[in-house]
């Protein structure tokens, strides 16, 4: 990241913004902001490949339509459940944004207080 102000918009997690998010929080000795963003990107991967089934086997039509609104219902929970993480955490700036730099800073100093630096 090459901005310490860098902000992910909460209104539209795209998983460009996802994957910020995860390079921001990779060095945290908790992944959990990470790991949600990962399960996140992969459900939305999960519904789009089930919406593609339908075309490839429109017989079960019915199925993967229930599959896709499975995948729906979870990617919402996720997603509330990745917001609130980040309110908690105190992640998001006062424009309602993820703060990158602050999830990038609360990685180094939980590393830097695990090798015994801080």
Same mark, same amino acid.
């Given at each position: 990241?090459?901005?310490?102000?860098?902000?992910?918009?909460?209104?539209?997690?795209?998983?460009?913004?996802? &994957?910020? &998010? =995860?390079?921001?929080?990779?060095?945290?000795?908790?992944? =959990?902001?990470?790991?949600?963003?990962?399960?996140?990107?992969?459900?939305?991967?999960?519904?789009?490949?089930?919406?593609?089934?339908?075309?490839?086997?429109?017989?079960?039509?019915?199925?993967?339509?229930?599959?896709?609104?499975?995948?729906?219902?979870?990617?919402?929970?996720?997603?509330?459940?990745?917001?609130?993480?980040?309110?908690?955490?105190?992640?998001?700036?006062?424009?309602?944004?993820?703060?990158?730099?602050?999830?990038?800073?609360?990685?180094?100093?939980?590393?830097?207080?695990?090798?015994?630096?801080?």
């Amino acid at each position: 990241m090459s901005d310490l102000r860098e902000t992910v918009d909460l209104s539209e997690l795209s998983d460009e913004a996802l &994957i910020e &998010i =995860c390079r921001a929080a990779e060095v945290i000795a908790c992944e =959990c902001p990470g790991y949600l963003a990962r399960l996140l990107r992969q459900v939305r991967t999960f519904r789009a490949y089930t919406t593609s089934c339908i075309e490839q086997f429109p017989i079960d039509t019915e199925t993967h339509l229930w599959l896709a609104d499975r995948a729906t219902q979870v990617e919402s929970i996720l997603l509330q459940t990745m917001i609130e993480l980040m309110q908690k955490e105190n992640l998001i700036d006062d424009a309602h944004q993820v703060s990158l730099d602050r999830l990038s800073e609360r990685a180094r100093a939980t590393m830097l207080k695990q090798v015994g630096i801080l």
